[in-house]
């Protein structure tokens, strides 16, 4: 996998009074080595990924579940679970997550599924995608290590995220984004008043010219949500999980289908549901995760279906621009998660994404982005080759709002124009 260097110029003792509740150390998810909790994301051994390690040991299951159940209705509700302060409530944050679980029957009607199907609406976040949640951590790992400027390399909903946040929790914002996104994506990403900077290049460009700004005085002070801050950000989306199975009555779901942009949500969602078998908060029985994935960018279901566990990097083309990352960090995790839970790894054309978001709209009222109809359309296409067990609970997760890829649907308008009146009506044939 592509290895980023660690640029840190936090000394450990200072790193080591920071308050993240119940967050440890860092931890190098390759050779186990821990570091004290600092702004570094790479091992200083062997250079792998480093992510929290948590301090369990002293917790009484039904405390915990009646403390997470008296929580607000937001991902803080899982504060002892996470890298935050104990009143980080109290603290200025959007105060993401909550979100609807949908019973979708008349879509589980229409895909033949008989074991209970579901979608995770994550539209229903401040900024209408996913990424809240990620953001909501990092920015306080921000606020924990003394950064006062917030930024990112965006495929679009994370530079939209980090400026809200950044607006609200009073940090300076300068966001990183590909130069061609969808105007959706950068109107959401420009009204909360930050910097917002297009890169003439795709979203990997976008990535290695943050990584070489980290190593740079430019960059000094600064804190990268999906670089430098990535073992904090990661973890949020641990609560998706969290929430799915406190939403299902603290219960697994049997599978789980999770759009993959660079794989990090994928590998955390998995991280929070071992998380809750071990804390006893969830009975341990067999769960598969599935990614899905766009054909135009497709790396990690290339790799799956050929056997591989080296993921090779691709050049994006799709309409699926919030997951168009073409050599995404975690692949070689995702691909591990999914053959470990005896799930899988699959993707769809363009046309298959508009059609699904279409038939998400028309059975459940729910408008996605075309992240979602690459679930959508992945969970169908897993249903028809037989990969996917219809007898089994099934959640899909839709991870971002369709007012912001418009374009993908420009296709749906008018049924009819008519003059105001019943004659032009009827003429229309609608009676
Ligand atoms: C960022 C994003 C994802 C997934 O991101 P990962 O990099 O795989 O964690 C999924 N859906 C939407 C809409 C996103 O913006």
Not at 317 to 346: F, H, M, W
Request: contains cysteine; charged residues 20%.
């Amino acid at each position: 996998m592509a290895v980023q260097t660690v640029a840190s110029s936090t000394d450990s003792a200072a790193a080591n009074s920071v308050d993240l509740g119940p967050a440890a150390a860092l931890s190098c998810r390759e050779c186990g080595h821990r570091v004290p909790l600092g702004p570094v994301f790479a091992c200083e051994e062997c250079f792998g990924p480093l992510e929290i390690a948590y301090d369990f040991s002293a917790h009484d299951t039904e405390e915990l579940r009646k403390r997470i159940e008296a929580g607000p209705a937001n991902i803080w509700r899982y504060a002892p679970l996470l890298p935050v302060p104990a009143d980080v409530a109290t603290k200025p944050n959007l105060n993401p997550g909550w979100t609807k679980l949908v019973q979708a029957d008349n879509l589980a009607r229409e895909l033949g599924v008989t074991g209970g199907l579901y979608i995770k609406d994550d539209s229903g976040n401040p900024t209408h995608s996913f990424k809240d949640r990620v953001v909501a951590q990092a920015i306080e790992a921000a606020r924990a290590f003394g950064f006062t400027t917030l930024s990112c390399s965006s495929t679009g909903n994370l530079a939209g995220a980090v400026g809200a946040a950044a607006a609200r929790a009073g940090f300076r914002s300068c966001v990183f984004i590909p130069h061609d996104l969808e105007q959706g994506k950068v109107v959401m990403a420009a009204v909360y008043g930050g910097e917002l900077v297009g890169i003439e290049g795709n979203y990997d460009d976008v990535n290695r010219f943050c990584s070489e700004l980290i190593g740079d005085p430019a960059g000094e002070g600064w804190g990268f949500v999906n670089v430098n801050l990535r073992p904090y950000y990661a973890e949020g989306s641990k609560t998706l999980a969290y929430e799915i199975c406190e939403q299902l009555g603290w219960r697994l779901p049997d599978q789980i289908v999770v759009p993959i942009a660079s794989g990090s949500q994928l590998t955390k969602i998995d991280k929070g549901l071992q998380e809750l078998i071990k804390l006893g908060l969830v009975e341990d029985k067999p769960y598969k995760i599935f990614g899905a994935q766009a054909e135009g960018c497709s790396p990690v279901s290339t790799a799956y279906k050929a056997g591989h566990d080296v993921v090779r990097p691709q050049k994006p083309d799709t309409i699926a621009k919030s997951l168009a990352i073409g050599n995404p960090a975690d692949g070689p995790y995702v691909l591990d998660i999914a053959r470990r839970t005896g799930g899988a790894v699959e993707d769809v054309t363009d046309e298959q994404i508009v059609e699904a978001i279409t038939l998400l709209a028309r059975t459940e009222g729910i408008f996605a982005e075309t992240a979602g109809g690459v679930t959508v359309g992945v969970t169908k296409k897993l249903l028809e080759s037989g990969v996917l067990d219809p007898s089994l609970t099934t959640v899909v997760l839709n991870t971002g709002d369709g007012l912001k890829t418009l374009d993908a649907v420009a296709g749906t308008g008018l049924t009819a124009t008519i003059r105001p009146s019943l004659e032009s009506f009827r003429e229309a044939g609608l009676v």
